[in-house]
């Protein structure tokens, strides 16, 4: 019997983990499987539209999507009510209020569960697109601030700094699809239409331009296509779907040696809006590879790179009030906060829901930048500095020299960089807060009248860490194709009650750990245990002989100090991270006992 053959355009990267799976046990299908999302996933269907496919499987608006750009079948994954009680029980643990939202093939099947199940669940049912961003405005405004939605729930809720969990589709869903899709190749008996999809282009490579008609199709491009141009065209392709719906912004990449802006319009002609991207290039401060200066934008927040766990941390509490009160504004902001707490997320956070969103975000990390460098950073024409409306990240301030420092007030001072651009800057707080730190802070609130954001330690905020967890489980499900529920109510206690000394970082690592041995629907006590105790610091094991316990406590730390220093042969920065303290502390307690 012939294979039928199936192109699969997965929203997710969980489902296609479970259509691998499904693929290694059936020999009576050849599966395609790529992903990507609404227009991200209907390029990819036109981009392989001809190798000749029997159908295609995909999900929701995508499906939607695909099904207008094609002419071979589409076969939507049904979402199932045993998908949707998943996610209502994975939002047990959320402290906040929730809503489930979606368009009727969700909802329907969400009524008859609450109605039977008796769960009081306001649920939203959306007619439209542009339906969906008013409703879900409205349960914001009611005080829901999580949502069991679908992919385009998803998208707005984020647009609305809302949390959500996407209801995924488990392999029973799958499973049904592919053999829908089997019975309507069989009984269409479809026949494959060629279509030529290439046209001649006029070109000129002294120009430096890109027109897109109203579907989104290459309409004219100024240059050939050779290597660098098809580097260009891949950027332009990563960044359509945002240039084809918002005019007048601009985004920023590094390719090679050189820095190109991709600047968008909209051009109406006979009433049909067309998209031209022009194409700006200028020499790069640093290397490609160089990680002292990155730049993102506003479209790269769906990806891995710039997105991080931290999102929905901060969405919950009395600081996601105040990141979002701090994002409206032009005035710089200073983030404080112990390692591990999201500072990086916060200002990606304030880019993003910024005044200035539509143009670049560069993020300066002054821990990879030597005293050459930032003098090419204070004095080059093509310095991220030297823009206008974009937002710039001076992250991990704290390690500044004190003459880099004066030169970046000097600059702003004398250029009116705070006024041209919006600036946000990050300090390191730790156990010991170093005078040098301090001092900073206050002139940075002072001198440049910062406002100041201080991110709590994970262990000064223990009650939302269950809310926490779920949004967590919720990305780990979509990111490993699991089905984990929740924590199991002794095991919960237990991470309440741990102090998490690396914050949200030590958090993720551990519930990524647990998420990848855990085969039952709620993560066990024991596992729990287990891995809280490899993250338990162990103290330097002394023989008792080493020191007098008569002395005071002062000099058995010093000899405690001592002891670790000698095993790190000296390092003291590995002796102060090992021992959870502060490098200035470290050199004080040493200098104050003649130690160095």
Not at 439 to 464: F, G, I, Q, V, Y
């Given at each position: 019997m012939q294979k039928v053959k199936i192109l699969v355009i997965a929203p997710y990267e969980g489902m296609t983990e479970i259509f691998e799976n499904i693929s290694k046990n059936r020999e009576d299908i050849e599966l395609t499987i790529q992903t990507g999302d609404l227009n991200t996933g209907r390029k990819i269907v036109e981009n392989l539209a001809h190798k000749n496919y029997d159908v295609i499987i995909s999900r929701g608006g995508t499906a939607e999507l695909i099904r207008s750009s094609v002419e071979i079948p589409v076969v939507d994954i049904s979402i199932s009510g045993y998908d949707i009680l998943r996610s209502i029980k994975m939002a047990e643990s959320y402290s906040g209020?929730?809503?489930?939202?979606?368009?009727?093939?969700?909802?329907?099947?969400?009524?008859?569960?609450?109605?039977?199940?008796?769960?009081?669940?306001?649920?939203?049912?959306?007619?439209?697109?542009?339906?969906?961003?008013?409703?879900?405005?409205?349960?914001?405004?009611?005080?829901?601030?999580?949502?069991?939605?679908?992919?385009?729930?998803?998208?707005?809720?984020?647009?609305?700094?809302?949390?959500?969990?996407?209801?995924?589709?488990?392999?029973?869903?799958?499973?049904?699809?592919?053999?829908?899709?089997?019975?309507?190749?069989?009984?269409?008996?479809?026949?494959h239409k060629q279509k030529n999809l290439f046209q001649s282009l006029l070109t000129d490579e002294d120009r430096e331009f890109l027109i897109y008609d109203p579907a989104g199709s290459l309409w004219f491009s100024s240059f050939s296509i050779d290597g660098m141009n098809v580097s260009l065209m891949n950027v332009v392709q990563t960044y359509l779907k945002a240039f084809l719906k918002v005019p007048n912004q601009s985004v920023a990449r590094q390719i090679r040696d050189k820095v190109y802006t991709f600047t968008c319009r909209h051009l109406y002609i006979d009433e049909q809006k067309y998209t031209a991207i022009i194409i700006n290039q200028k020499p790069a401060l640093f290397t490609e590879d160089d990680i002292g200066i990155t730049i993102y934008n506003k479209p790269d927040s769906d990806s891995a790179n710039f997105s991080s766990f931290f999102g929905g941390s901060n969405k919950i509490g009395i600081t996601a009030h105040i990141i979002e009160e701090y994002s409206k504004s032009y005035l710089p902001v200073l983030i404080t906060g112990e390692d591990g707490t999201g500072?990086?997320?916060?200002?990606?956070?304030?880019?993003?829901?910024?005044?200035?969103?539509?143009?670049?975000?560069?993020?300066?990390?002054?821990?990879?930048?030597?005293?050459?460098?930032?003098?090419?950073?204070?004095?080059?024409?093509?310095?991220?500095?030297?823009?206008?409306?974009?937002?710039?990240?001076?992250?991990?301030?704290?390690?500044?020299?004190?003459?880099?420092l004066e030169k970046l007030f000097h600059y702003m001072d004398h250029t009116d960089l705070?006024?041209?651009?919006?600036?946000?800057?990050?300090?390191?707080?730790?156990?010991?807060?170093?005078?040098?730190?301090?001092?900073?802070?206050?002139?940075?609130?002072?001198?440049?009248?910062?406002?100041?954001?201080?991110?709590?330690?994970?262990?000064?905020?223990?009650?939302?860490?269950?809310?926490?967890?779920?949004?967590?489980?919720?990305?780990?499900n979509v990111s490993l194709g699991k089905q984990i529920i929740g924590l199991e109510a002794e095991a919960m206690?237990?991470?309440?009650?741990?102090?998490?000394?690396?914050?949200?970082?030590?958090?993720?690592?551990?519930?990524?750990?647990?998420?990848?041995?855990?085969?039952?629907?709620?993560?066990?006590?024991?596992?729990?245990?287990?891995?809280?105790?490899?993250?338990?610091?162990?103290?330097?094991?002394?023989?008792?002989?080493?020191?007098?316990?008569?002395?005071?406590?002062?000099?058995?730390?010093?000899?405690?100090?001592?002891?670790?220093?000698?095993?790190?042969?000296?390092?003291?920065?590995?002796t102060a991270n090992r021992l959870g303290i502060s490098r200035s502390t470290l050199w004080r307690i040493l200098k104050t006992h003649n130690g160095i």
């Open positions: 209020k929730l809503v489930i939202a979606g368009f009727s093939g969700i909802t329907k099947q969400a009524r008859v569960l609450c109605d039977l199940l008796q769960y009081d669940i306001n649920i939203i049912t959306f007619t439209s697109e542009d339906g969906a961003l008013a409703a879900l405005r409205q349960a914001r405004s009611d005080g829901a601030s999580l949502v069991l939605c679908d992919m385009t729930g998803a998208n707005y809720a984020k647009i609305l700094n809302m949390n959500s969990i996407l209801i995924t589709s488990g392999t029973e869903s799958i499973n049904d699809a592919i053999n829908e899709a089997k019975k309507i190749v069989h009984s269409s008996n479809h026949v500072k990086d997320k916060v200002a990606s956070l304030m880019y993003e829901n910024g005044p200035y969103s539509t143009s670049p975000f560069y993020v300066i990390d002054c821990k990879f930048i030597s005293e050459r460098k930032w003098n090419h950073i204070m004095n080059n024409e093509n310095s991220p500095l030297a823009d206008v409306h974009s937002t710039i990240y001076i992250k991990n301030i704290c390690m500044l020299s004190h003459s880099q705070v006024k041209r651009n919006r600036m946000i800057f990050s300090l390191l707080i730790t156990n010991e807060i170093s005078p040098e730190a301090t001092a900073m802070k206050s002139h940075l609130e002072k001198r440049l009248s910062c406002l100041t954001l201080n991110l709590l330690p994970l262990r000064e905020r223990s009650d939302d860490i269950p809310s926490i967890t779920a949004l967590y489980l919720h990305k780990l206690e237990l991470f309440t009650a741990f102090p998490w000394t690396h914050n949200l970082d030590q958090l993720q690592h551990v519930l990524k750990e647990l998420a990848v041995v855990t085969k039952t629907p709620y993560i066990t006590y024991n596992d729990v245990k287990y891995f809280l105790d490899q993250e338990t610091p162990k103290l330097p094991s002394l023989p008792s002989s080493d020191f007098d316990l008569t002395q005071t406590l002062d000099e058995i730390n010093y000899q405690i100090i001592l002891t670790v220093l000698a095993e790190e042969h000296e390092n003291k920065e590995k």
